[in-house]
């Protein structure tokens, strides 16, 4: 029987984590996506998307070639949306930040984290280029 390996050379606990907190962003837009009131409605639902599909290409392992890519869209994804809520988001409206923003947007600086320690990683133990 084959045995299905993980793209990432990552102790688990490691892997998990940015699993974990790209689930839960993905998780956070498309709740906002779902909110009857809620006029970024299909920018949340994009954004949500967005995630998971980076998260797919974060787990599989036949993007195992490409994954410091992967990390480096996976990561700079991460920071536009934190970005783009300074603009469109709590802070632009000038009144109180929402808990809830600040959560996600919490989760979504330690993904950065973690994704930027993933990608160093993995830089590191791939072979150098002979000239």
Known sequence: MKELTLSRPQPITFYTGILSLGLLT???HLYLASQPDES???IFLLN???Y???LVGFVLPQFK???AIVDLLFLGYTLLTII???FFGSP???GAWDPFDVLVKGAEL???IQLFIDFRQTRSMQPEVQK
């Open 48 to 50: 949500g998307f967005g």
């Open 52 to 54: 998971l599909a980076l």
């Open 110 to 112: 330690l993904l950065i």
């Open 92 to 94: 632009s409206a000038g």
């Open 84 to 86: 783009l809520w300074f």
């Open 65 to 67: 070639k490409i994954h």
């Open 40 to 42: 970024l409605r299909f």
């Open 26 to 28: 993905a998780g956070a």
